[in-house]
């Protein structure tokens, strides 16, 4: 059964980067036609996806964040990361990561498993 | 940027009773959408994808319908384990998913 486990600081200073790492147990991250994303959720309000990595790696980022962001991939680790720099209040948020589920070479659809979250606070 | 709208924002609804979610999106994703249910401290659970397809596990008490801009999950008898907030996804533009702000099921 695919896990996903999402890893990093839980407090980051304004201006600096937030890097989380996303693990993932129960299957290969370079199986094909797998996609990995990365979607927040401020406390008390609704989800927004930030980006996601293809099989290819490949990497589709929100358009509002795509200045900031990178993400990458270890296959030796099966991990996946996120880094988004220049970081405010306004990126305080719980961060999931998920499998981002694509048929063979269809485009990437749902997000189904995700890992639990981590809350990352932005405050000096 | 496609816009999902979901209505009401919260629905109060005694156990055992029927809820009607709606989901309305700025334009046409097709059957490109999917539900998701989410309780307090966990992540999103996938319910529902293809506007109508239940996912793996899902009870049949959830139901999904619609196409184009108009969408509905239906709960057909609400259990204690249902109240929750609930969102949708459109998935008929890539890169550029988005969600709706979520419906809250409260008991009543």
């Known amino acids: 059964q695919l896990q996903l486990q999402e890893s990093g600081p839980g407090l980051v200073k304004p201006s600096e980067t937030l890097s989380l790492t996303c693990t993932v147990s129960?299957?290969?991250?370079?199986?094909?036609?797998?996609?990995w994303g990365w979607i927040r959720q401020p406390p008390g309000k609704g989800l927004e996806w930030i980006g996601s990595?293809?099989?290819?790696?490949?990497?589709y980022y929100n358009p509002s964040l795509k200045s900031r962001l990178t993400i990458s991939v270890d296959t030796s680790k099966n991990q996946f990361s996120l880094k988004l720099s220049s970081v405010t209040a306004a990126d305080t948020a719980v961060y999931y990561c998920?499998?981002?589920?694509?048929?063979?070479?269809?485009?990437?659809?749902?997000?189904?498993?995700w890992g639990q979250g981590t809350l990352v606070t932005v405050s000096s | 940027e496609i816009v999902m709208t979901q209505s009401p924002a919260t629905l109060s609804v005694s156990p055992g009773e029927r809820a009607t979610l709606s989901c309305r999106a700025s334009?046409?994703?097709?059957?490109?959408l999917a539900w998701y249910q989410q309780k307090p401290g966990q992540p999103p659970r996938l319910l529902i994808y293809?506007?109508?397809t239940r996912a793996t596990g899902i009870p049949p008490r959830f139901s999904g319908s619609g196409s184009g801009t108009e969408f509905t999950l239906t709960i057909s008898s609400l259990q204690s384990e249902d109240f929750a907030v609930y969102y949708c996804?459109?998935?008929?533009?890539?890169?550029?998913?988005?969600f709706g702000q979520g419906t809250k099921v409260e008991i009543k």
């Open positions: 998920a499998r981002h589920y694509a048929d063979f070479w269809s485009d990437p659809k749902w997000f189904e498993p």
């Open positions: 129960g299957g290969s991250i370079s199986s094909s036609s797998s996609y």
């Open positions: 990595i293809s099989y290819s790696w490949s990497t």
């Open positions: 334009q046409s994703v097709s059957s490109n």
């Open positions: 293809g506007a109508s």
């Open positions: 996804q459109q998935y008929n533009t890539w890169p550029g998913e988005t």
